[in-house]
């Protein structure tokens, strides 16, 4: 095994076939032939009402960095997989297509584009298997995240979970999205490095083991820092951890500044309750509990059900691994490529499942938001060259129910897929994580409450433009054609 490539990169994180099909589409002199990728995924995570997009950012320094190094070259010429001529085209591989993108923090919604690659069909197909790979992990994370600060409302949320992560890039790029989610604060030291995200903690058991009691312990603890939160839950929480965190907070005084107790297992709304009389009666009814331990959505929902008297939460297995539902799924599907005149030709993907069936042509999808309460409508697909902000009125249908439809008036459309990179040049002013993080918070103030609620929310529109329908009923209807010509 070899892992030391002084010039090793992502490039090769894509699967195998799709360097085959580019092995194809170069020696058929295809390569450069223009093609649109759109990503969407079909199911709602965690069957939440919206989904929050996270993951640009990573696929942006992915996508700068994309070059076949010298070691990457010989790799793939050791496999014997691939023509010498093609891995030399690779030497001078760089990307010179479009990339239009939702942004970090905004709504997403099942089976509308999120991102939408426009590009000589060799570099999109390239790329598919590194922006899927992101996607289909941050969003899931992001979404987790929003789902459980919409719990807590103003309380404080710490990302925990490093220890349970898929691995080392997982717990790094996984904090991220929870920030972007609306997370407070991680624990992940070199994620406040690299990303400004404030980091936090409290103490370990280990300490406590150490010193062999909760007194010594805390002590040594608040001699050695200025804030101070205890571990209570070490032998015994109500008998010796808060007693003892109580008598050092009362030995420091103010040469500590004693922000609470943490309690790691246990009945907590048993012990929150009884933790917060004893602090309360010892003179500090300001300071927090904090709580961690397997915790989410559901379980926080069901502590404050029982009344407990959690401040701030600690958050690790089930946010960091999207306990409920492994991926997201989303998918990168073609659907249009140029032709040999030089006309670009819509395709389709078709499938017996209606749900999987591909949507034709490069889309934009528009946010549509009403004038006066600037609540969202819901999300208008068009083929690229519609613009809705043109019509006086919208019918929005639904897709698979056309009669499910409204007109809309009154009503502003914003564009969602923005450019990151037209032809090559990379052109996106990216916002910083506090504005992707702030933007979370904006959009979902856009959303009506319906569509918030943790369990069977209302299904957001997502609706195609007459145009777009009449152009998927068309391929569609091409499709059957050809296929009976081939039976006949
Ligand atoms: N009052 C409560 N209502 C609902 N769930 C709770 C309550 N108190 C704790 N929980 C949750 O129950 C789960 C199990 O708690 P328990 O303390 O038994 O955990 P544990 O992992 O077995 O503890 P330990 O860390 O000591 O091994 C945890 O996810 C915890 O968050
Ligand atoms: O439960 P999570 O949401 O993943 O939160 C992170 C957990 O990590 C720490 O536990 P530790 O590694 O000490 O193991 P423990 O479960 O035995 O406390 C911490 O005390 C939390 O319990
Ligand atoms: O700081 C903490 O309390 C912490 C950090 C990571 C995991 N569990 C707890």
């Given at each position: 095994m070899k892992f030391d490539y002084p010039d090793d990169s992502l490039t090769l994180h894509t699967d195998a076939y799709e360097l085959s099909m580019m092995q194809t589409y170069w020696k058929k002199g295809m390569g450069n032939r223009r093609a649109v990728f759109e990503a969407f995924f079909r199911k709602m995570p965690f069957n939440n009402g919206y989904a929050v997009f996270a993951g640009l950012d990573h696929i942006i320094r992915y996508v700068k960095q994309l070059r076949f190094t010298d070691s990457d070259i010989e790799y793939l010429k050791s496999t014997n997989q691939f023509d010498d001529d093609f891995l030399e085209y690779l030497r001078d591989f760089k990307f010179t297509g479009s990339i239009n993108s939702f942004e970090e923090g905004d709504l997403v919604f099942n089976h509308e584009p999120i991102i939408q690659v426009d590009a000589p069909i060799i570099e999109g197909q390239l790329i598919e298997t590194a922006i899927l790979n992101i996607l289909n992990y941050q969003i899931m994370v992001a979404t987790k995240a929003s789902r459980i600060k919409s719990i807590v409302g103003n309380q404080i949320v710490m990302e925990f979970g490093s220890r349970r992560a898929q691995e080392l890039d997982a717990a790094l790029w996984g904090t991220r999205a929870a920030y972007i989610g609306g997370f407070d604060a991680t624990s992940n030291v070199r994620a406040g490095k690299l990303f400004g995200i404030p980091i936090s903690g409290t103490h370990a058991h280990a300490l406590v083991q150490v010193y062999m009691n909760d007194y010594d312990a805390f002590k040594a603890y608040a001699e050695t820092h200025h804030n101070c939160v205890f571990l209570v839950d070490?032998?015994?929480?109500?008998?010796s951890g808060v007693p003892n965190a109580i008598k050092v907070a009362k030995e420091f005084g103010d040469k500590i500044n004693f922000i609470g107790v943490r309690i790691d297992s246990g009945d907590m709304a048993y012990l929150s309750k009884k933790v917060r009389k004893m602090l309360d009666d010892a003179g500090f009814p300001d300071a927090k509990i904090i709580a961690s331990n397997g915790l989410d959505e559901k379980t926080i929902q069901n502590l404050q059900m029982q009344g407990a008297k959690i401040d701030t939460w600690g958050i690790g297995t089930k946010l960091i691994t999207a306990y409920d539902q492994p991926t997201l799924g989303a998918v990168y599907k073609l659907v249009a490529i140029e032709d040999e005149n030089g006309n670009l030709v819509d395709t389709i993907k078709l499938s017996n499942n209606v749900g999987k069936m591909s949507t034709p042509g490069k889309k934009q999808v528009w946010r549509i938001n009403d004038r006066a309460d600037r609540k969202s409508e819901g999300d208008y697909i068009t083929l690229?060259?519609?613009?809705?902000?043109?019509?006086?009125?919208l019918n929005m249908f639904n897709p698979n129910f056309p009669l499910q439809q409204k007109d809309v008036e009154d009503f502003t459309a914003r564009p969602m897929l923005k450019p990151i990179w037209q032809d090559g040049k990379f052109v996106y002013d990216e916002p910083t994580l506090e504005e992707s993080r702030q933007h979370r918070f904006e959009s979902l103030n856009a959303l009506w409450d319906e569509y918030k609620r943790?369990?069977?929310?209302e299904v957001y529109p997502v609706d195609l433009s007459q145009k777009c329908y009449d152009n998927k009923l068309k391929l569609i209807h091409q499709v059957h054609e050809y296929v009976k010509s081939l039976n006949k």
């Open positions: 070490t032998f015994d929480t109500l008998k690229v060259d519609e613009d809705p902000r043109k019509e006086k009125s943790d369990l069977n929310p």
